[in-house]
Every structure is written in C-alpha cells, then in structure tokens.
C-alpha cells in the first residue's frame, strides 16, 4: 500500500518530494482539480444536465489544469496559492447556481477543497481563507433562499442521486488521499526525527575525537621541532604534518558552521557573472600540489573542460566552488591509486554539468540514499575513510538544492564513483 501511494505521489507531484508540504499540496490539489472536473464533465455529458453547468465543469478543468503546469514545472510562489484559491471560489460560486444550489454537490466540492488549502496556506492565510468561504456559503444560501429562481435545479430525482453520489465518491477519495498523506507525512517525519537524534547524538560523541586528534598530532609535533636533534628534513615533515592536521580543523569548524547555516536558513545566496573555467582551474592547482606534497597516494588528477576557453555563467561563485571542491575533496579521500577526473560541459543550450569521476573504493548501493544525510558516513572496513563528521556531502546537496540544481550518483563498490550535478539554464539567470 505504501509502495503504490509512493508511486502515485511521484506521478502527480513529478519526483515525489519538494522543498515544502505546501508546494506538495498545491500540486496534489491542482491535479485533483483537473482530475475530477474533467470526469465531472463527462458525467455531466452523460447525464444531460445544463450546457452550462458542462461548460463551467470544462473551464474548471482547464484552470485546475494551468495551475498544475504552473506549479509542478515554473516558479512556486504565494501570488500562485491565492490565483488558485480566488479561482476555486469563483467557480465554484457560478457552480452553485447552475448546479442545483444546496441540493447539488457543490458543498461536497467546498469541503473537500478547503482540506486541501488549509494544508497550503500559512498562518494568517488560513484565517483569511476560512473567514472567505464562510461568508461565500452564507451569501450564496442567502441567494437561494431570497431569489430561488436563479438556481438551475436538476429535471429528475436521478440526475440529483447520480451526481451527488459521483461527486461524494470523487470527494471521499480526494479526503481519504489527504489523510493517508498527512499520516504517511507525519510518520515519515518522525522516524527522520528519530534517525537525526541518533546520529546527533553519534556526532558529539565523535566530535571529541575529530577535533583532539589533529589537535594532538598539531602539539605533538610543535614538541618535536623543539629537540635540539631534530634534522632539517624531519622538520619539513614536521611543518607538513603541522599544516595538514590545522587544514583538517579549519574543515571541521567551517563544516560545522555552513551546516548550521544552512539548517537554520540563514545561508545567503548572492549570484554574479564569473569564469567557470578558471574557477575549475584554481581548485586543480590546489589541489594537485597537495596530492604531489603528500606522496602518499597514486593518484592522477585531471581537469576536463570544453575546449579550455573562458565561461561566463552568472552563480554564487563561492558556493559553486564550495560545491565543486567538497566533491573534490572527497573523491581524493576515498582513492588511493588510479585517476580521478572533474570538470564541466556545456550543452547547446546552455545548461552547465558538473562532474567528478574516480576510481576509489566506491560507495554499497544501500548506502548511496544517505550520503546526503547530515552526520551520517558510509560504512567502510578501512577506519581512514571513517574520518570526519559526515557532513561534507550533506553540505553539497544543500548547497546545490540552493542554487536550483540536481545532483546524481552512479557508484559500485571497489569500482569508483561517479558524481553529476546539473544547472539549467534557467537556475543559472
């Protein structure tokens, strides 16, 4: 049951999550809306009720169909929730009358609509919304009850069963989607809830450990450098190994405070025109110069861009960078000997792939869900690959899902990774 209810929310919302419940809901309504005003429409056909009442079921469908394409394909945003609901309100209210007033189906269409957008509208909207529709209904039983002659009644008792009782069961499957929704939603959650507290939890225990071991190699060999006896070549080592376990803590408190930022939604996007090549160009030459200083792995590093000319694409070019490095930085950290490769390509129309390849150990298919999980870390026998607090990919997604872009893995174990983050040209105006 869970499984097909998945299958359906990715059908209607189009990959089955959004950054919001209230996006969700909006898409869910809107296609409902469709749905049932188009089977209404037949129905109406079928039942040869007014050309009016056809014609406005037919206009509703439309509507409900615009608002699905605005929601699911173009920008989300509240001036988009209110055209829905003023446009609901609107037709529904000409419904009423050529529908057969209190007798016909159109307070079933009301409560079934009002579910759905108290789950889409925010705090003061809901007392709007709710304050609107009560006043509606009251004018229009009103109308009824004052001027009965502009209601359009049905011609026989089974045209008034037939469509009320269509109506209801399109109206008891939309609630019953509502609640399965909010149920699933909210036991999904809590079981996230749970999971987070655990590696949280996990996570301070850890921290003690991440942060006193460089700080340990840092002192340590700060002593070393002291001994009368110690050679010119050792300290250069020393000095290396100094440096190194500082850039480890320098990462584990920027980790730290971008995740932190990112969770509490302070994270600032500020977008400006920038050479995407030369920034590939300085993250290769900081990064080849560490793999040549370290000498502890067999690495190749190399850089792959579309004919090596400038490129002017208009991001935030200090978290494009941050983007690309973490992926860097991590392909480097789970490979020992082979090559890695990174770089960009542009298609024909204009959108921008970012991509790192490597040989490393690779990452188990049941893992690969929850590397973007903040404070989680893959499962590896080698404990070197266990460093850090889990939060560098976690860091990257956020980042990327920032800047409207989509990320994609492809990775088998002892075979290597391959990493593909898309931006189109729309994300990158």
């Known amino acids: 049951m869970e499984k097909m209810f998945i299958k359906l929310t990715r059908f209607i919302t189009g990959d089955g999550h959004y950054p ?25 056909i079928w039942l040869g009720l007014e050309l009016k ?186 000095i290396l190994n100094i440096n190194k376990n500082g850039k480890l803590l320098i990462n584990l408190m920027d980790n730290i405070l971008d995740y932190t930022g990112i969770v509490s939604g302070e994270l600032e996007i500020n977008k400006n025109e920038f050479d995407i090549t030369e920034t590939f160009r300085d993250i290769y030459n900081t990064h080849i110069n560490e793999i040549e200083n370290t000498h502890t792995k067999n690495i190749k590093l190399n850089l792959i ?26 392909a480097i950290k789970f490979t020992e000997e082979g090559s890695i490769d990174f770089g960009y390509d542009i298609d024909n129309f204009n959108n921008l792939t970012i991509f790192v390849t490597d040989t490393g150990v690779g990452i188990m298919e049941c893992e690969q869900q929850y590397i973007f999980d903040g404070f989680r870390k893959a499962n590896f026998v080698n404990d070197q690959y266990r460093q850090g607090i889990g939060l560098g990919l976690a860091i990257t997604g956020k980042l990327i899902e920032a800047l409207n872009g989509e990320i994609s893995i492809q990775s088998k174990q002892n075979e290597g990774t391959n990493i593909k983050v898309y931006f189109s040209k729309k994300s990158l105006n």
Request: aromatic share 18%.
């Open 20 to 44: 919001n419940l209230e996006h969700h809901f909006f898409n869910t309504m809107s296609f409902i809306g469709f749905l049932a005003f188009f089977l209404a429409t037949i129905t109406n």
């Open 53 to 238: 009442l056809i014609a406005l079921t037919l206009i509703s469908a439309f509507f409900f169909l615009i608002m699905y394409y605005f929601g699911r394909f173009q920008k989300f945003s509240l001036p988009l929730i209110w055209i829905l609901i003023s446009g609901s309100l609107i037709l529904f209210s000409f419904m009423f009358f050529v529908n057969a007033g209190t007798s016909g189906p159109v307070f079933f269409i009301y409560i079934v609509a009002s579910a759905f957008y108290m789950f889409i509208l925010k705090d003061y909207g809901r007392y709007i919304f709710i304050s609107a529709v009560i006043i509606n209904c009251i004018i229009l039983v009103l109308t009824e009850l004052n001027y009965p002659n502009l209601i359009i009644y049905y011609d026989s008792k089974i045209q008034n069963i037939l469509d009320k009782g269509s109506t209801f069961i399109m109206a008891f499957g939309a609630l019953f989607y509502i609640i399965y929704y909010a149920k699933f939603h909210y036991e999904r959650e809590k079981q996230n809830a749970l999971k987070i507290e655990k590696l949280k939890s996990t996570f301070l225990t850890n921290m003690s450990h991440e942060i006193r071991t460089p700080m340990n190699a840092i002192l340590g060999y700060s002593q070393l450098l002291d001994e009368p006896d110690t050679s010119d070549e050792e300290k250069k080592e020393y």
């Open 305 to 330: 861009t579309p004919n090596n000319k400038p490129k002017i694409i208009n991001s935030d070019k200090v978290r494009m960078q941050q983007i690309i490095e973490n992926l860097v930085d991590n």
